[in-house]
């Protein structure tokens, strides 16, 4: 069965505190891997996809990376408006994998000015 | 751009009541996907669709229907309403497969509530 585990479950960083998001999960066969962020009351936003091992992607403050077990989402001088929610999901390879995602239950990032 | 349309956004229901939660999307996106949101938890797949006429079941079908006799559209029945079932309802879709066609699009949510 395909997994993904997150943690922390919440972050509380002061503004320009840089941390990282860990993203863990157990696949048949990666297909992608996808980040996206949550604002509290609204649907997830994508972010990212990564596809490969040693893959790596950049927006902003916002830099994502992946492994082969895991990934992870590097925050740099975070700013309060970087508060949210970042979900994580894998897509499995084959026909009904490619289909679908599974998601993490998604760590809560609060940033402090 | 509409996108991904979802509603109503807050709903109230009686146990044993049933009730439609409906989606629409604009962007002619072939796949289209209803996840449950509980707190503290990731997404749930409940069903989804990769095409008009076709639906399968996601993670947790039970107490819940699906059809999709559009591309446009692809409604969500619940018959009868359970405690259980209280949850944010999501709606997503996206173009297809392929590298440039996987990122899902999201609507704002449905928040709903059985007492």
């Known amino acids: 069965e395909d997994q993904v585990t997150q943690s922390p479950e919440a972050l509380r960083l002061q503004e320009g505190e840089s941390s990282s998001l860990n993203c863990s999960y157990t696949?048949?066969?990666?297909?992608?891997l996808f980040w996206y962020r949550q604002d509290p009351g609204k649907g997830p936003e994508f972010l990212f996809t990564?596809?490969?091992a040693g893959e790596e992607k950049e927006k902003e403050r916002l830099k994502a990376t992946l492994t082969k077990k895991e990934s992870f989402l590097h925050i740099t001088a975070p700013k309060p408006e970087d508060s949210a929610t970042y979900l994580c999901?894998?897509?499995?390879?084959?026909?009904?994998?490619?289909?679908?995602?599974?998601f993490g239950q998604g760590t809560r990032l609060t940033i402090n000015p | 751009n509409a996108g991904v349309t979802q509603t109503p956004k807050f709903r109230i229901l009686k146990i044993g009541q049933s009730m439609t939660l409906q989606c629409a999307q604009d962007?002619?996106?072939?796949?289209m996907y209803w996840y449950r949101q509980d707190p503290g938890m990731g997404l749930k797949l409940i069903y989804y669709?990769?095409?008009?006429?076709?639906?399968d079941k996601g993670e947790v079908p039970n107490g819940y229907n699906v059809s999709r006799s559009t591309t446009e559209d692809f409604p969500l029945r619940l018959e009868l309403a359970a405690p259980s079932q209280t949850s944010v309802y999501f709606c997503?879709?996206?173009?297809?497969?392929?590298?440039?066609?996987?990122?899902?699009?999201f609507g704002s949510g449905t928040q709903l509530s059985v007492l």
């Open positions: 997503a879709s996206r173009p297809g497969t392929g590298a440039t066609n996987e990122k899902l699009f």
């Open positions: 696949v048949s066969g990666l297909r992608g």
């Open positions: 990564l596809y490969s």
């Open positions: 999901a894998v897509q499995a390879g084959g026909i009904q994998g490619a289909q679908k995602l599974v």
């Open positions: 962007m002619n996106h072939n796949y």
């Open positions: 669709s990769v095409g008009a006429g076709i639906t």
